[in-house]
């Protein structure tokens, strides 16, 4: 999974943790002692009530919800997969088992509006020194401007953004690179930032190539990108409960409801699979839904 597959180092660790829980699941019913010389007498049975245990939980763990119980359950499907393809067993016991399937959510997207609002009370923050809104304001603008992670964001160096080209190069989970477009509002932001804060954050420190820094001249933190955009919410009157990811969840919202292909979003938010991108276009149905009731002539009753 770290070579071959070159998954981030968080996803690594939660496998890990899965794996362990499998490891003392089979130990407590006997069928594992030894390691491989038992891998034979795992069957389907086994690894489904191993299922139903994470979704009931037990003295010592809560029960868990069905996202992670499924996250789990592809980690030993994985694990069995391997042992089939190493050779270490004959058959794979976890083919069958199938994830719980989570309920759907949809992202809480805000309107263009509610990030218009957003957007600009970052940049006329007067509670902030001037060297922090002009930090404030390019982040934010960024952040919607490109659909990033705010990991991704707060992991870029300072050649990683072309200014002249509009472009950014984003490292996204396991290390994925993508180009991506910086707009306009995006790309004003950034060069007001790097040519009047951004030289005044670096002088308070001892000289890093981060793009956002902090009021130490360090690189900026998620929690503190968190606080950002928090409090430019909070000047801008929006009560409703907001992240990063909110501004992400957005970017994607406006693009498909401006007409973009769910493939192009795909790539923009560095997704590996369409099927994680497609849950946005349910958040595009009430849109439409209101256009058929205010365009259509049969859509409503007289």
């Not at 006997?30 to 489904?48: D, F, I, K, N």
């Not at 119980?69 to 270490?88: D, M, N, Y």
Request: net charge positive; charged share 25%.
């Amino acid at each position: 999974m770290t070579v071959e597959r070159g998954l981030a180092a968080n996803t690594l660790s939660s496998y890990r943790r899965d794996l362990r829980r499998y490891d003392a699941y089979l130990a407590s019913t006997g069928l594992w002692s030894t390691g491989e010389a038992e891998l034979g007498r795992v069957t389907e049975a086994v690894v489904s009530d191993f299922l139903m245990r994470l979704r009931e939980g037990d003295e010592d763990h809560p029960p868990l919800t069905a996202s992670s119980a499924g996250r789990t359950v592809v980690a030993v499907r994985g694990f069995h997969k391997f042992c089939l393809r190493e050779g270490l067993t004959a058959v794979d016991p976890a083919a069958a088992v199938k994830p719980p399937a989570p309920p759907q959510r949809l992202p809480k997207a805000l309107s263009v509006d509610e990030v218009t609002r957003i957007l600009a009370a970052a940049a006329g923050a007067e509670a902030e020194p001037a060297v922090l809104a002009t930090r404030d304001a390019a982040l934010l603008e960024f952040l919607y401007g490109t659909g990033a992670r705010i990991s991704e964001a707060v992991g870029l160096d300072v050649d990683d953004v072309d200014l002249e080209v509009g472009a950014v190069l984003l490292r996204g989970k396991g290390s994925k690179e993508r180009v991506v477009p910086v707009g306009t509002y995006a790309l004003k932001a950034l060069s007001a930032y790097q040519v009047r804060g951004r030289p005044d954050l670096v002088a308070r420190g001892r000289g890093t190539h981060a793009l956002f820094l902090n009021a130490r001249g360090g690189r900026l933190s998620r929690q503190s990108a968190w606080t950002v955009l928090r409090r430019a919410a909070e000047r801008a009157g929006i009560a409703k409960e907001i992240s990063p990811h909110t501004l992400r969840h957005s970017f994607a919202t406006h693009l498909l409801d401006g007409g973009a292909d769910v493939r192009v979003v795909q790539e923009l938010l560095g997704h590996a699979s369409v099927t994680t991108t497609q849950v946005y276009t349910l958040v595009t149905v009430d849109k439409l839904r209101e256009v058929y009731a205010t365009s259509h002539p049969r859509a409503l009753s007289s």
